[in-house]
C-alpha cells in the first residue's frame, strides 16, 4: 500500500538557518505530493503540492522537487524564521485516490 | 464558508458517554473527510464522503464510530460509549473532488475523554 516516510524531529534550528526535512514515499501508481504545516495551537494548512514528477512545489520561501527516480520529495527552506515553528507533514494521494497517507511529521523549533 | 469549519473546538466528556463533532465544508466541495490525530498515531484516515455517500468507511475503529452527511454539506461524526483511547483531535477535510485535487483542514476538534 502506499505510504509516507519523512524524517524524524524534533529539529530544532537557529534563525536564519537551511531547513530540509527528508521525505520519500511507495505507492503503486503516480501520486501527487503535499506538504503540510500545522502551527501551534492551528488546523492542518497546506503549504505546497506537486502532481507530477520534476515538479517544485513552493511557497513562504519553502521549496520542494518531486523526483520520481528517488521517490523523494523533500522540503527546504534557506533562511528560518521563529515563525517557521511548527510541525509539517509529508503526504500524498494516489492518483485516482481521495485519500492521504501521512508521514509521521516532524517537529520544527526555530530559536532567536 | 472561507474555510472548513468544525465544532465543537474542545470536548471534554466522561467514559460511556456519547459525543458528536460537526463539520461545515467548504461551499461547492463534494468531497469530506474526516481524519483523526492522537499522540503516538499519527494522522489516521477514518471515512471518506462524495455527496452523501460513504463509499470509504474502512478507518472507522470500531462500529461505536458513525458519520453522516446531509445535503451534500454538513457531516456528523459520533462517537458512542466513549473510551479513553477516542481522546484525540478529529479532523474534517473537504476537496472540490474526490481524487486528485487539494484536501483542506478544518482546525479540529479536541476531544478528552475523562
Known amino acids: 500500500g502506499d505510504s509516507v516516510t519523512q524524517m524524524e524531529g524534533p529539529v530544532t534550528l537557529s534563525e536564519e538557518a537551511f531547513l530540509t526535512i527528508n521525505c520519500t514515499y511507495t505507492?503503486?501508481?503516480?501520486?501527487?505530493l503535499f506538504w503540510y504545516v500545522q502551527y501551534p495551537g492551528e488546523g492542518l494548512q497546506l503549504l505546497l503540492k506537486?502532481?507530477?514528477?520534476?515538479d517544485k512545489g513552493s511557497n513562504k520561501g519553502f521549496e520542494a522537487t518531486y523526483r520520481k527516480e528517488t521517490t523523494s520529495f523533500h522540503l527546504e527552506k534557506g533562511s528560518v524564521q521563529v515563525s517557521d515553528s511548527a510541525v509539517y507533514f509529508c503526504?500524498?494521494?494516489?492518483?485516482?485516490?481521495?485519500?492521504?497517507?501521512f508521514g509521521a511529521g516532524t517537529t520544527v523549533t526555530v530559536r532567536a | 464558508g472561507a474555510g472548513v469549519s468544525q465544532s465543537p473546538s474542545n470536548k471534554v466528556t466522561e467514559k460511556g458517554k456519547d459525543v458528536e463533532l460537526r463539520c461545515d465544508p467548504i461551499s461547492g466541495h463534494t468531497a469530506l473527510y474526516w481524519y483523526r490525530q492522537s499522540l503516538g498515531q499519527g494522522l489516521e484516515f477514518l471515512i471518506y464522503f462524495q455527496g452523501n455517500s460513504a463509499p470509504d468507511k474502512s478507518g472507522l475503529p470500531s462500529d461505536r464510530f458513525s458519520a453522516e452527511r446531509t445535503g451534500g454539506s454538513v457531516s456528523t461524526l459520533t462517537i458512542q460509549r466513549t473510551q479513553q483511547e477516542d481522546s484525540a483531535v478529529y479532523l474534517c477535510?473537504?476537496?472540490?473532488?474526490?481524487?486528485?485535487?487539494?484536501?483542506?483542514f478544518g482546525e479540529g476538534s479536541w476531544l478528552t475523554v475523562v
Open positions: 506537486a502532481t507530477k514528477a520534476d
Open positions: 477535510a473537504s476537496s472540490a473532488r474526490g481524487a486528485g485535487n487539494t484536501i483542506y
Open positions: 505507492a503503486t501508481g503516480y501520486p501527487s
Open positions: 503526504a500524498l494521494s494516489d492518483q485516482g485516490d481521495y485519500k492521504l497517507s
